[in-house]
C-alpha cells in the first residue's frame, strides 16, 4: 500500500513497504522525470528539463537505513524577446546526496513516525555546461506520521530545506548568495487497489523565506545594464534569470503544489512509481516521472 512521500525521497509516492529497506537488504532506484515551466516577465522562459537519477538504499537495522543518490539533468531554456527567440542547452550532473531514514515508532495505538535527514554532499552549482562545485550547503530533514485504514492510508509529512550561503564564481558581480530556506507541509492519502496497485494523491504547501545576496556588490547588478544586454552565464543560471528578478523575487513566497501517482509491484523485488507534480500556484510548472526500486 502506497504511504506519502517517503522520508528521505521526498518527491516519490512509495509504497508502505518501500518507507525502510530491510536489514542487511539492498535496494536499487533509477529515476527519470521531466520538468516544464514557463514564465512571463520582461520576456517569455520556457524550460524543459529531464533529471535522471540512480541511488542505492541499505538496511542498517529494522528501523534504520542509509542511502545515497546521484543526479544529473539536462535542460533546453528558450527565452522571447520581441521577434528575437535565443536558446540555450545545457547538461550537467547536479548532486551527490547521503542520508538516513529512520522509524522512530511502529504504527500501533498512535500513527507510526518516521524520520529522515540527508545532505548534498557534493553540489554543482555552475551554470549551463560548466562545473563549480560546493560541498555540505544543503540539507533536507523532516518527518512522517501515518496511519493505516485499510484500504486507506493518510499520511503526513513536514519537511524543512536549509541552504546555506555559497560563494559563486559564476555571479561574481553578486558576491555571497543564500537562496533562502523553504518549509513544506505535505497531507496526502494512498488507496490500495489490490496487493499490486495503490494511487496517491495529496498537495504540498512550501513556504519560502526571501534570498540573500551581498548587498555590499549588489549594486554592480548596474553594469549590466538592461537585461537583453545580460550574459548568457546570468540568464541560464538555475536560481537567477537577470538582475531585475533578483530584487524583484527577494521576498519570502508561498506555492501550493498538487500530487498524484500511481505504484505496481509486478513482483516481490521490483516496484515501479509513475509520479505527477502540478503547480497550483507559483511558477514553477509541472513534473511527471516514472521510478524503479529493485531488491537484490
Known amino acids: 500500500m502506497m504511504a506519502s512521500a517517503g522520508p528521505g525521497w521526498a518527491d516519490l509516492p512509495l509504497m508502505l513497504e518501500e518507507l525502510l529497506t530491510e536489514e542487511k537488504t539492498v535496494k536499487l532506484h533509477f529515476g527519470v522525470t521531466y520538468n516544464n515551466s514557463l514564465q512571463k516577465t520582461s520576456e517569455l522562459y520556457n524550460l524543459d528539463q529531464a533529471i535522471s537519477r540512480f541511488g542505492i538504499r541499505y538496511g542498517a537495522t529494522s528501523n534504520t537505513e542509509v542511502y545515497s543518490r546521484i543526479t544529473g539533468a539536462c535542460s533546453e531554456t528558450r527565452i522571447g524577446r520581441t521577434e528575437e527567440i535565443d536558446h540555450a542547452n545545457a547538461c550537467q550532473w547536479r548532486n551527490l ?17 518516521l524520520g529522515f535527514i540527508e545532505t548534498e554532499l557534493i553540489e554543482n552549482v555552475g551554470f ?12 533536507h530533514a523532516g518527518l512522517t506520521a501515518y496511519r493505516s485504514i485499510d484500504p486507506i492510508v493518510l499520511s503526513l509529512t513536514a ?52 534570498k540573500r545576496i551581498d548587498q555590499s ?19 541560464m543560471n538555475k536560481e537567477f534569470r537577470d538582475c531585475s528578478s533578483i530584487f524583484k523575487n527577494n521576498m519570502p513566497t508561498t506555492r501550493t503544489d498538487l500530487l498524484s501517482g500511481v505504484s505496481f509491484a509486478p ?14 500556484s507559483g511558477d514553477t510548472g509541472s513534473s511527471v516521472g516514472i521510478d524503479m526500486t529493485y531488491q537484490l
Open 217 to 235: 556588490r549588489v549594486r554592480l547588478c548596474d553594469h549590466y545594464g538592461d537585461p537583453s544586454t545580460l550574459s548568457w552565464g546570468l540568464f
Open 97 to 113: 546526496v547521503a542520508g538516513v531514514n529512520h522509524r522512530f515508532s511502529p504504527e500501533n495505538d498512535t500513527p507510526a513516525l
Open 267 to 280: 513482483t516481490e523485488k521490483l516496484t515501479l512509481h509513475s509520479n505527477v507534480r502540478v503547480d497550483i
Open 128 to 139: 549551463s555546461n560548466t562545473q563549480e562545485l560546493v560541498n555540505g550547503k544543503t540539507w
Open 159 to 210: 519537511g524543512y530545506n536549509y541552504t546555506a550561503p555559497r560563494k559563486i564564481a559564476s555571479f561574481g558581480a553578486l558576491g555571497k548568495i543564500d537562496t533562502g530556506d523553504t518549509v513544506y507541509l505535505e497531507p496526502s492519502l494512498s488507496f490500495a487497489a489490490n496487493d499490486q496497485v495503490s494511487i496517491f494523491g495529496g498537495f504540498r504547501l512550501n513556504y519560502r523565506n526571501k
